[in-house]
């Protein structure tokens, strides 16, 4: 390397170059960083017995539903 390389390599040409590397590599390392951070949790089951049952009596005056449970 002579000095004359060095004295064309300015600032802007290496900012070009790596900046974007560097900042790709921070959104990759921040990602990870969040998803350290994540709470973990599990779905809860839905079991068919926690509905209440519903009735005839529940259904008073609604003949479109009636015909639907009815089908």
């Known amino acids: ?3 004359a390389f060095l004295g064309s390599y300015d600032f802007q040409t290496w900012a070009v170059t790596w900046l974007p ?3 790709m590599g921070l959104l990759v390392v921040g990602v990870f960083y969040l998803l350290k951070f ?3 949790t599990k779905p ?4 068919p ?3 209440p049952p519903i009735g005839w009596d529940d ?3 609604v ?3 009636k015909e639907e449970l009815r089908e």
């Open 44 to 47: 809860v089951a839905i079991k």
């Open 63 to 65: 003949d479109e539903a």
């Open 38 to 40: 994540m709470p973990r």
């Open 1 to 3: 390397m002579t000095l």
């Open 49 to 51: 017995d926690d509905a």
């Open 59 to 61: 259904l008073a005056g």
């Open 21 to 23: 590397i560097i900042f």
